[in-house]
T-cell receptor, first 117, second 113 residues
Framework: DGGITQSPKYLFRKEGQNVTLSCEQN?????MYWYRQDPGQGLRLIYY???????QKGDIAEGYSVSREKKESFPLTVTSAQKNPTAFYLC????????????????FGAGSRLTVL | SQQGEEDPQALSIQEGENATMNCSYK?????LQWYRQNSGRGLVHLIL?????REKHSGRLRVTLDTSKKSSSLLITASRAADTASYFC?????????????FGKGTHLIIQP
């Protein structure tokens, strides 16, 4: 089955530690995204990548870093510089533009919940 | 930045009733989409309506779009307990959506049996 796999589902971190959240997709999508969701809030864009070896900052990139070495993978590192990292993190991918039935529709993973102790 | 704003923030109705959620946005759009999120899960795409469309149906879902008022509504007919979830509208700007969609804060829908 095609989809997006995020791991781990739950993660606990001590203050001052970096953690990396995994996101893998087998949909052959070019574009991938990381969103952050806080309780009762919508989604805020952290980083996105349209092609391999290229990525762009979103609205709240400070304290986060990403890499895109493979089309299938878009890991997110939450660094110690992120002051309030406790949140629900969602990875998504998008079908290539020009695919009219799927243009701009995002497919999401199940999310990773990060808690800082 | 968040463009869409859903209204109401929370809605509780009895099973079998219809549920209506509204979304307002600020800038010109290419399309507007509705997503559903069950508690603690990822979002699932429900329906997309393009800027040149006024109404769209999918099963028990009906979406309307009024570009002059920059607003959309999602109607779920004959609600079921399984419809309990948060519903988000998301917009793609007229210039394209390379940086993804802009999401609202969502409407939390509770269907009481």
């Amino acid at each position: 089955d095609g989809g997006i796999t995020q791991s781990p589902k739950y993660l606990f971190r001590k203050e001052g530690q970096n953690v990396t959240l995994s996101c893998e997709q087998n949909l052959n999508h070019d574009a991938m995204y990381w969103y952050r969701q806080d309780p009762g809030q919508g989604l805020r864009l952290i980083y996105y990548s349209q092609i391999v070896n290229d990525f762009q900052k979103g609205d709240i990139a400070e304290g986060y870093s990403v890499s895109r070495e493979k089309k299938e993978s878009f890991p997110l590192t939450v660094t110690s510089a992120q002051k309030n990292p406790t949140a629900f993190y969602l990875c998504a991918s998008r079908a290539p533009t020009g695919v009219s039935s799927g243009a701009n529709v995002l497919t999401f993973g199940a999310g990773s919940r990060l808690t800082v102790l | 930045s968040q463009q869409g704003e859903e209204d109401p923030q929370a809605l509780s109705i009895q099973e079998g009733e219809n549920a209506t959620m509204n979304c307002s946005y600020k800038t010109s759009i290419n399309n507007l989409q509705w997503y559903r999120q069950n508690s603690g899960r990822g979002l699932v795409h429900l329906i997309l309506i393009r800027s040149n469309e006024r109404e769209k149906h999918s099963g028990r879902l009906r979406v309307t779009l009024d570009t002059s008022k920059k607003s959309s509504s999602l109607l779920i007919t004959a609600s079921r307990a399984a419809d309990t979830a948060s519903y988000f509208c998301a917009t793609v700007p007229s210039g394209g959506g390379a940086d993804g969609l802009t999401f609202g804060k969502g409407t939390h829908l509770i269907i009481q049996p």
